[in-house]
């Protein structure tokens, strides 16, 4: 089941954190529940995933994204991921999920969703590429252009080693994927 009531209730209360700037961070707070469980009574491995894609949500609509990709005919698409998990988040224990924009080349940009527990401890990261697709032009919308529309002020910074690893290796999969070998 997906997390719908999560993602209203972040898009009701955006207002409440004011507009997403380049370099900020969305700060979500959640409480682990029944149904976010497993076997194991702790945070599903496909819920932070799900989880991540709110707090991906909740950047989208406070820049604006969400409104001039309908205004243009963009729907922002996610490229790929990577997990790592640290520490579990058992059931009925508070988390936060702390998004953020990263840096971005071209037409790929790089996200970080970090799951927060007892006060600043990391309990997991995920991270992400995705784009902006141009449906009419069936293309990728260069990032600095979609920066630019927004109205926002941002240049991106070099990725760091971690981060040139994980776009290596998303490269590599895909390649495998669209080739089959």
């Not at 207002?15 to 497993?38: A, Q, T």
């Not at 950047?59 to 998990?85: C, D, H, Y």
């Not at 080693?161 to 070998?181: C, D, N, P, V």
């Amino acid at each position: 089941m997906y997390v719908w009531a999560r993602l209203a209730r972040t898009l009701a209360s955006s207002g409440k954190r004011g507009p997403y700037l380049m370099g900020g961070e969305s700060r979500l707070c959640f409480r682990c529940l029944p149904s976010d469980i497993d076997f194991n009574r702790h945070l599903n491995n496909a819920r932070y995933m799900m989880l991540a894609d709110v707090g991906r949500l909740d950047i989208f609509n406070r820049s604006g994204l969400i409104k001039l990709a309908r205004e243009r005919g963009w729907a922002p698409m996610l490229g790929g991921l990577q997990t790592v998990f640290v520490r579990e988040i058992r059931l009925w224990k508070r988390f936060e999920i702390v998004s953020t924009l990263e840096t971005w080349s071209d037409s790929q940009v790089i996200g970080r969703h970090r799951f927060v527990i007892d006060g600043d401890v990391t309990a997991a990261i995920v991270l992400t590429t995705a784009g902006i697709y141009d449906k009419q032009k069936r293309a990728f919308v260069p990032i600095q252009d979609v920066v630019a529309a927004l109205g926002l002020d941002g240049t991106p910074r070099e990725p760091t080693e971690a981060e040139a690893i994980f776009m290596a290796s998303h490269a590599g999969l895909r390649s495998i994927a669209k080739t089959g070998r």
